[in-house]
């Protein structure tokens, strides 16, 4: 079993000019498609480290992982040469950042200690807009905002349905900035206790949903294995992050976690939220999109998410039909995030 624990990270996402110097010099150690593996490569290769490591990320979202940051290119060059076979397998080389030529931004850095020097801090906000229990009618709706807005979002998907919403599965899968992810084949047929009473099952019902979406998939840098949400269940499984979901009692809770642990071992990656806009019963929204705004700007100035600076929303597509003016509670609620200095990422980079 994997336990919980959350790093101290400082985060910074903002472009080279509000450097001190005008330049600077890194070694770049991995070059990764993912957010996810860049940390990875940051956490397997280089953990103990004497320099700060630097995510930066390439305008075509290319992540690299970088060792130290150097003001000249020989103290650069130095200490390249000094690094263990380990790292030098990877064939690193000297990546120079400028604010005048330099097609990256950095990203995220990880100080030696908890002062970082010569760069003014700015947190990013990241929101992570995710749409569960689709595909259904209202589903168009949203994949017509996204498609307008210009933002990357995540759709988890219920591999049952999928037959029935045949062309607006199709639709959502055409779109580059949507990411499609697993939302379980039956959603436990509402049966909940039931369905997560048998490990077994549960594992065996997000396998067969990952077999319907997965092989749609085309993109060659996709994994294998979707991005899993549980039907009902506020549960995160990730290779730096596990909670379980504290609304479910003891001793069902504990029955549960063998099935959540097992979909972990079997290479699937799962994903809570942070927070949820509710709805009533017929799928209304209990909230308005101005209200669901501030809790997000709460949550971000109460550094109260998962992950600091980064909030999941959770949303279902069903509040977004017509009756409900879907399409406008959805704009509204970009709109005031791109107003307000956020910035979006699908599940995949969280």
Not at 8 to 17: D, E, H, M, R, V
Request: proline share 3%; charged share 25%; with cysteine.
């Amino acid at each position: 079993m994997f336990y919980f624990y959350r790093n101290f990270l400082i985060l910074i996402y903002l472009s080279i000019n509000l450097f001190s110097n005008d330049e600077f010099y890194t070694i770049s150690i991995c070059s990764n498609q993912y957010y996810k593996d860049a940390v990875y490569c940051k956490d397997s290769l280089l953990k103990e480290h004497k320099y700060d490591i630097t995510i930066t990320k390439e305008k075509g979202n290319l992540y690299r992982t970088n060792y130290g940051i150097f003001s000249s290119k020989q103290e650069a060059i130095d200490i390249k040469e000094s690094l263990d076979d380990n790292l030098k397998k990877y064939h690193p080389f000297i990546l120079k950042l400028d604010n005048q030529i330099s097609k990256f931004e950095l990203y995220e850095i990880y100080p030696i200690n908890q002062k970082v020097k010569n760069i003014k801090q700015k947190m990013p906000k990241v929101a992570f807009l995710t749409f569960d229990d689709g595909p259904l009618k209202a589903t168009k709706n949203i994949i017509e905002v996204i498609n307008e807005e210009n933002i990357p979002i995540t759709m988890f998907f219920i591999g049952s349905q999928i037959n029935s919403f045949k062309t607006i599965y199709e639709e959502a899968l055409s779109f580059s900035n949507i990411t499609i992810a697993n939302h379980t084949y039956s959603h436990a047929n509402n049966r909940y206790k039931k369905f997560y009473s048998d490990p077994i099952l549960v594992v065996e019902d997000i396998k067969n949903a990952n077999s319907i979406i997965s092989k749609d998939r085309v993109s060659k840098t996709s994994s294998a294995f979707l991005p899993v949400r549980l039907a009902g269940r506020n549960v995160f499984r990730l290779p730096n992050i596990q909670r379980d979901d504290n609304m479910i009692p003891f001793p069902q809770r504990e029955t549960e976690i063998i099935g959540y642990d097992n979909i972990f071992k079997e290479g699937y990656y799962i994903y809570g939220w942070d927070l949820e806009w509710p709805y009533e019963s017929n799928g209304k929204p209990m909230q308005t999109a101005e209200e669901i705004f501030e809790k997000m700007e709460k949550i971000y100035k109460n550094n109260s998410s998962i992950k600091e600076n980064k909030v999941i929303l959770l949303m279902h597509d069903f509040m977004f039909s017509q009756k409900f003016n879907g399409k406008e509670n959805l704009q509204t609620l970009i709109q005031l995030l791109k107003d307000n200095d956020w910035s979006f990422e699908n599940i995949e980079n969280y």
